[in-house]
Structure formats: structure tokens, C-alpha cells
Nanobody, 111 residues
């Protein structure tokens, strides 16, 4: 049974940082492209970042230079380091691998 569990969300002031984790079970993160998405209230879910099987990284324009996606195969976890956070980054953040989604973690950035 595949399970993705996000953690690390919280409340932070603008300009601050958070690191989100996506820990997988039943699925080796090194064998899948893993993506981070987010959904703000009243908005569509949107792509944030992805790390491919080969380790290539892709980012949405809105987070380039501020967010970094990384992978720890030993811990079967993918991270999203978020720096210079802005109020518009407020959303529920989800990770995705293949057809599987995590339950999400709330990130709130206060101005």
C-alpha cells in the first residue's frame, strides 16, 4: 500500500523559511518523479516543483530562486525548502508520486 505523508507546515512571517517533508512508504522515491503542488483557498491546485528520477529539478516561475526540492533516498523522503516566503505562498501543500497524493500540510505566511 502506497502512502505519502507531508509534514513541516506551519505559520511563519513573511521573509521566513520552512522545510516541508514528503515521506513515502510502499514506493521508492528514487524510482519516481516526485512533485510538490499547492492549493490556496478558492484557487486551483498548482504545480510548485518536481524532482525527476534522474535528479533534475523543475520549478514554477513563482518560486524559482526561493524554493529548493531535494531527495534523500535513504530516508525515502523528498523535501521542499522554502525561503523568502511571501503571503501569496499561503496554501495547502501536497506531494505527488505517480497517481498517489499525500493528505497535504498547511503553510500560512503572515504579512
Amino acid at each position: 500500500q502506497v502512502q505519502l505523508v507531508e509534514s513541516g507546515g506551519g505559520l511563519v512571517q513573511a521573509g521566513g523559511s520552512l522545510r516541508l517533508s514528503c515521506t513515502a512508504s510502499g514506493l521508492p522515491v528514487s524510482s519516481y518523479g516526485i512533485g510538490w503542488f499547492r492549493q490556496a483557498p478558492g484557487k486551483e491546485r498548482e504545480f510548485v516543483a518536481q524532482i525527476t528520477i534522474g535528479g533534475d529539478r523543475v520549478y514554477a516561475d513563482s518560486v524559482k530562486g526561493r524554493f529548493t526540492i531535494s531527495r534523500d533516498s535513504a530516508k525515502n523522503t523528498v523535501y521542499l525548502q522554502m525561503n523568502s516566503l511571501k503571503p501569496e505562498d499561503t496554501a495547502v501543500y501536497f506531494c505527488k508520486a505517480s497517481i498517489y497524493w499525500g493528505q497535504g500540510t498547511q503553510v500560512t505566511v503572515s504579512s
